[in-house]
């Protein structure tokens, strides 16, 4: 039997530290503004958006939401990218992904200031990361790397094998673990063998994109598994990438889904506003 890591304990954490911290900036005169922009109604988005919205109020954030029409065009948009780069009281800039199939997400997140890019998923941010920079860094892997610390395990020295590769998770994930001195794989769709691969790993990352896909044969006894998958079956409950009930029957400890890396992908986005203020 494996521990649960309770994402939305040690994110709870670290929102009443920001809550201090926040204060304390307010004291000094320094208020945290974020800018959250919302293009068209896709349901899941409405409710990352919501998710967003609450925390920042806890928190005491300012945040000042744009919920535009699915048919916006880009040239709005980065229009009011570009005003929102100029508003002093605006620490953070978030475009709620995805974004309507006519508009360039590429070119929205470009447009974005790098000083305000609290998502870090501009391109200047992505570059820091990888030779070394200080920046911003993307939300969900850094909640990752605060999940795992937290919960008292280390990295360094550690096999770690992320499965998946985008720019959002996989990539940067890789990058952080590699940062914190673990050895790192990142294997993907076209990974021969993969449950070889993956059953090597100490720490593992499922960010598939599929349901359960992650099955205990995919485990080494002992692992530390992180599950970033949500999804929604059939009967409207929730899963993640991995099959739970299998794994953690063979894992040290896992993340739960709902409450285990969700929680800190908002926690983070939070910390990133407060680091965007105090810059
Ligand atoms: C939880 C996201 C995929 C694509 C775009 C708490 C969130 C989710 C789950 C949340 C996510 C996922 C967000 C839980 C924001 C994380 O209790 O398990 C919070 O709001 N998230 C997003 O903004 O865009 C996404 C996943």
């Not at 009443?16 to 911290?21: G, M, N, P, S, V």
């Not at 590429?106 to 305000?116: H, Q, R, Y």
Request: charged share 25%; proline share 4%; hydrophobic share 40%.
């Amino acid at each position: 039997m494996s521990r649960r890591i309770d994402g939305k304990a040690i994110a709870a954490q670290i929102k009443d530290e920001l809550k201090e911290e926040v204060l304390r900036l307010k004291g000094s005169g320094v208020t945290v503004g974020l800018a959250v922009i919302l293009v068209g109604e896709d349901t899941a988005s409405a409710i990352y958006v919501n998710n967003k919205k609450k925390a920042c109020e806890y928190v005491g954030i300012e945040s000042v939401s744009y919920e535009l029409p699915a048919d916006t065009s880009q040239e709005d948009l980065l229009a009011l990218i570009g005003r929102l780069n100029q508003e002093e009281k605006i620490n953070g800039i978030l475009v709620q992904l995805p974004l309507p199939e006519h508009i360039d997400e590429e070119a929205v997140i470009t447009a974005i200031s790098p000083d305000k890019d609290v998502d870090g998923f501009h391109t200047e941010s992505a570059g820091r990361l990888l030779v070394g920079k200080e920046g911003f860094l993307p939300c969900t892997p850094a909640g990752i790397i605060q999940l795992i610390r937290r919960s008292g395990f280390s990295i360094e020295g550690k096999e770690c094998v992320v499965v998946g590769r985008s720019n959002i998770v996989g990539k940067p994930m890789a990058l952080l673990l590699l940062r914190e001195n673990a050895t790192v794989t990142v294997a993907h769709s076209k990974t021969e063998n993969l449950q070889q691969v993956t059953s090597r790993a100490d720490i593992l990352v499922a960010a598939v994109g599929k349901p359960k896909f992650i099955t205990a044969d995919y485990v080494k006894e002992g692992a530390v598994v992180i599950d970033v998958g949500i999804h929604r079956t059939a009967g409207r409950k929730m899963c993640g990438d991995v099959d739970f009930e299998e794994v953690q029957k063979k894992a040290a400890a896992i993340t739960p889904v709902p409450g285990g890396v969700g929680p800190m992908t908002i926690a983070m986005l939070l910390a990133n506003c407060v680091e965007a203020a105090k810059r």
